[in-house]
C-alpha cells in the first residue's frame, strides 16, 4: 500500500468566475458544494483502498477556486477522513470576502493553522 504524506484538495467553487483565471472553477450553489463534497468523500474512500491515509499527514492544502466557501462542517467531514495533529500543515485558500471571525474560529478549531489569502487586485475597475 503506498504512503501519502501530502495531500492537495481542489475546491473549485467561486462566487464568481474571474475573466482572468484559467484554473477550474465555477460559481457553485449550496446544493452544488453540498453534491461535490459527497462525492469528494466518496473518492477519498476509494483512494484509501490503495493509498494509505491513515499515515499522519506531513500538509493538507485546501486549494481551488475558493474552498472557503465550504462551510466548517464540510471541511470537518474532509479532514476526518485523514490523519494528522498539531504538527501537520494544514492551508486553505481564503477570499477575504468568504471568511468571518466565527469560520476563523471554526478553522483553528479543526487544525487549519495557515491561511493562504488571495487578493488579485484592491482595483475594482479590473473586474
Known amino acids: 500500500m503506498l504512503k501519502i504524506y501530502n495531500t492537495y484538495i481542489h475546491i473549485p467553487f467561486c462566487e464568481r468566475k474571474c475573466n482572468y483565471c484559467d484554473f477550474t472553477s465555477l460559481k457553485g450553489s449550496d446544493n452544488q458544494i453540498e453534491k461535490y463534497v459527497n462525492y469528494l468523500l466518496k473518492e477519498i474512500d476509494i483512494y484509501s483502498k490503495e493509498y494509505d491515509l491513515s499515515e499522519k499527514q506531513d500538509t493538507?492544502?485546501?486549494g481551488g477556486g475558493t474552498p472557503s466557501l465550504l462551510p466548517i462542517d464540510s471541511l470537518e467531514k474532509i479532514l476526518s477522513k485523514f490523519s494528522y495533529d498539531k504538527n501537520t500543515e494544514i492551508t486553505i485558500e481564503v477570499n477575504p470576502k468568504t471568511v468571518d471571525?466565527?469560520?476563523?474560529?471554526?478553522y483553528k478549531k479543526l487544525g487549519i493553522n495557515r491561511l493562504s489569502i488571495g487578493i488579485q487586485t484592491f482595483d475594482n475597475d479590473k473586474f
Open 60 to 62: 493538507i492544502y485546501f
Open 101 to 106: 471571525i466565527n469560520k476563523l474560529k471554526g
